[in-house]
């Protein structure tokens, strides 16, 4: 059991350049979010997904686009990167709504140059 | 949006003594849940304890607990018999019912365990 699993771990993009962080996770969850985590902010929400097919956006979801075609995938793509998006990323997953744990992946630590 | 505020940036705490870290949040809600994660020099965001806002009882997790004062919109972690390992930071975090999978950060509080 894999868990939550992120690609890749670390990249370097230009300004302009798109790109898609993957996120897969092996334990049927029905919940999948992503996440940046900024220095003194704390994470935030970008998306979010309550099963395949179903997508909606969090607090900070401006530049990212997501989709959900299986339970198990749900992968980020950045349209057109800006140095503001300079950020570390995490996905996680849970089995419910309202008060389940989310597991986290091990993160993925973007740089927008 | 919601917010969830840690007022103590950094937090200091020798081995084997007690620690408790401060969590407050804004809510106009009744129904949510708190959480504490913490998250190691790995990188890797753990569960370390869940209260639910309708239940009165304080939630306990081995050597984890927590003050849940709902009226004051307060949640504080307490550490007992503070261990290396506990060194991390520490984020709370707010989920109101019933609104989809809206989840809300504190800024986190930085803990080193003193040997």
């Known amino acids: 059991n894999a868990g939550v699993t992120q690609t890749p771990k670390f990249q370097v993009l230009k300004t302009g350049q798109s790109m898609t962080l993957q996120c897969a996770q092996d334990?049927?969850?029905?919940?999948m979010s992503w996440y940046r985590q900024d220095p003194g902010m704390g994470l935030r929400l970008i998306h979010y997904?309550?099963?395949?097919?179903?997508?909606d956006q969090g607090e900070v979801p401006n530049g990212y686009n997501v989709s959900r075609s299986t339970t198990e995938d749900f992968p980020l793509r950045l349209l057109s990167a800006a140095p503001s998006q300079t950020s570390v990323y995490f996905c996680?997953?849970?089995?419910?709504?309202?008060?389940?744990?989310?597991?986290f992946g091990p993160g993925t630590r973007l740089t927008v140059t | 949006a919601q917010t969830v505020t840690q007022s103590q940036p950094e937090m200091s705490v020798q081995e084997a003594e007690t620690v408790t870290l401060s969590c407050t949040y804004d809510t106009s809600e009744s129904d949510y849940y708190l959480f504490w994660y913490k998250q190691p020099p790995s990188r890797q965001m753990i569960l370390v304890i869940r209260?639910?806002?309708?239940?009165?009882q304080n939630a306990t997790e081995n050597r984890f607990s927590v003050n849940f004062q709902k009226a004051a919109k307060s949640f504080s972690l307490k550490i007992s018999d503070s261990q290396l390992g506990d060194a991390a930071m520490y984020f709370c975090?707010?989920?109101?019912?019933?609104?989809?999978?809206?989840?809300?950060f504190g800024t986190g509080t930085s803990l080193t365990v003193i040997p």
């Open positions: 209260q639910e806002a309708y239940k009165q």
């Open positions: 334990m049927n969850h029905e919940y």
């Open positions: 997904s309550v099963g395949a097919g179903i997508t």
């Open positions: 975090a707010y989920e109101e019912a019933n609104t989809g999978n809206q989840f809300y």
């Open positions: 996680a997953s849970r089995p419910g709504a309202f008060g389940y744990e989310q597991y």
